[in-house]
């Protein structure tokens, strides 16, 4: 029988660095092996209570379709939030999306023909790798380095990858996956390159509020002068501790790009009607939860940097937001070891579950001895991971 041939696309669709170890965690949680998850960036932080409540008392007898923008009580919520903050904004520039993964498709669709470019910085969230097969479009990679806390290089290391067929440049601040907060003369730089070459600007901002040590997040939207360009991509999913709620959405001030992008909104009907009725809720109620949380955050990530430095060979920057690091180990690959975590070692019957660090770049060969840890676990258990880490590393054979 002549093999069925698929789309040059699925072929090309990456698995995810942060999931495909998944199968080998469950074979060991089989085995009596605890797991502790420093792969996902899923937060043990209890999900606002409001957002459950909210769904419980939604009293329509026809779960019906939405309108396909996202309901209006959402999108004056997230207004609100946006003017709190000091940026002018209005209901015609925002849409809500089925979680911040669709509002980086749409944009990336949005902005781009099959074959155009954007210029990405890496590490960068793995996801954008799928996105853009899916999109049928180039990501052109900028390495940052660890010895630099992953910032930026050069206006002119930057603008020497821009060709004719670069459409945007697609940032990420705070980081996933190495936790760094882009600076006011980092943003400047961004600013000054798409003003200069008439690029789009795709922000996501999903980790806005996780800013540590005092600093402060500059936001995509207090760029003056590239107003109309600016695409800002977000999620509850971090915010409220609700990842599986999957509600996200577009800002942008230009009424033709939000047109094209209602197209795409309308072709998959709408976004998930109940859990914006939460997220509802969850906006109307942010100001409860968001500064426990983020100082919640920054003693995980003090607790785990305290640990790192007991362990010979671990090198990483402390990160300024988000809740991720990117960590250099003193191995040689790091796909096989964090498979080896999980398959071959554990220590007094527990493990730690960690993800490689190459699924975050596009380039070749990078990455290939970091992995990303996601200190999204509360603190007793980050100490007992640490320690766990610690006699791996000391028992693993290259």
Known sequence: MDEIKLSKRAEDMPYSPIRKLASFADDAKKKGVKVFHLNIGQPDIETPKEIFEAIANYRE???KYGPSGGLLDLRVAIVDYHRNLGFDINLDNVWITT????????????????????????PFYTNYN?????????????????????????????????????????????????????????MFIIHNLCKKHNLFLLSDEVYREFVYDGKFQISALSLPEIEDRVIIMDSISK???????????????????????????????????????????????????????????????????????????????????????????????????????????????????????????????????????????KKDDLQEAIEILKAALQSYKD
């Open 130 to 186: 799928g996105f853009a097969v899916m999109s049928q479009i180039k990501l052109v990679p900028i390495t940052t380095e660890v010895e630099q806390g992953f910032h930026l290089p050069s206006k002119e290391a930057i603008e020497e990858k821009i060709t004719s067929r670069t459409r945007a440049i697609l940032i990420n601040t705070p980081n996933n996956p190495t936790g760094t907060v882009f600076t006011e003369e980092e």
């Open 239 to 377: 915010r409220f501790s609700a990842c599986g709620a999957r509600v996200g959405f577009i800002i942008n001030r230009n009424k033709k790009i939000m047109d094209r992008i209602l197209k795409f909104s309308q072709a998959r009907l709408c976004p998930p009607t109940l859990e914006q009725v939460g997220a509802i809720a969850a906006y109307k109620n942010i100001d409860k939860y968001i500064k426990p949380m983020i100082q919640e955050y920054e003693m995980r990530r003090n607790v785990l940097f305290e640990g790192l430095q007991t362990i010979p060979g671990v090198y990483g920057h402390k990160p300024e937001g988000a809740f991720y690091t990117v960590l250099r180990l003193p191995i040689k690959d790091a796909d096989k070891f964090c498979q080896w975590l999980l398959t071959d070692f554990n220590y007094k019957k527990k493990t730690v579950m960690l993800t490689p660090a190459n699924g975050f770049y596009s380039s070749p060969e990078k990455g290939i001895n970091e992995v990303r840890i996601a200190y999204v676990l």
């Open 99 to 122: 979680g911040g993964s669709e509002a980086i498709i749409f944009a990336m669709m949005t902005v781009c023909d099959p074959g155009d470019e954007i210029i990405v910085f890496e």
């Open 61 to 63: 007898k026809v779960l």
